[in-house]
C-alpha cells in the first residue's frame, strides 16, 4: 500500500514570510511606524493576520480597529503575496523523492483558498498535488482534525497510510487529533510561545533535507 504525506504550506513548503512581513510592515507604515525587520515579524508567520497584527501593532483580536486591521492586511498581503515567496530550499528535491517512491503528497493549509490556490500554481505544485485543502474548505480549520481527514479522503487514502507535515503546533496537534503520525518542520516559523521540541510530533526536521529518512520510516 502507498502512502500520502500531508504538508502544511506557510513556512512548511514555501517560505512566505518576506511577503506577508511586507504586509504586516504597510500596516505599520499606515501608521506612521518604522518597519520591522522580517526576522523580527517570521515567527508570526504561520498565525497568517492574527499573528502578524499581533506582532506588528501589538493588536489582539479583541481590539477595536482589528477587524479593519485585519482586512486591510489581506488585501495588502493579496496585492503582492508572490514577489519573494519561494520553496524552501530542498523541497522540490523531497517532492520528488515521494513521487519517485511511489507515494502521494497534498496540502493541507489554514490560509483561505483565493490566497492558497494561485501561489500553490505559481510555485509549480498543482500538478502533483493529491488534495489541496484551504483554511476555508472545511467547517473546521486546524487544529481540528477535518482538514485532514478531508484531504485524505479526497486523495482515496485511509488514515493509517497518511502522516502530516507542519511548522506550527496547532499542525502537530491536528495530525493527533486525526490518527496521523506527524513530523514538525523545525526549520520553518513554528510561532513564539512554544519550543518545537515540546510539540509530541513522532520527528522533528531541522532542514527539507533531513525529512525523507523520516518519511520512510512512518510509511514503514
Known sequence: MTTLVLFDFDGTLADTAPDLAAAANKQRTRRGLEPLPVEVLRPFSSAGAR??????LDMGTDHPEYEA???QFLKDYEAAMNVDTKLFDGVP?????????GMRWGIVTNKVTYLASPLVQALGLSEDCAALVCGDTTAHAKPHPLPLLHAAQIAGFGTDRCMYVGDDIRDIQAARAAGMP????AYGYCGPDHPVETWQADHC???PQEMWPMIKQLAG
Do not use: T, V, W
Open 93 to 101: 528535491e523531497l517532492l520528488a523523492q515521494i513521487k519517485s517512491a
Open 205 to 207: 526536521a531541522y532542514s
Open 69 to 71: 486591521s485585519r482586512i
Open 182 to 185: 506527524s513530523i514538525a518542520a
Open 51 to 56: 499573528g502578524l497584527l499581533r506582532c506588528a
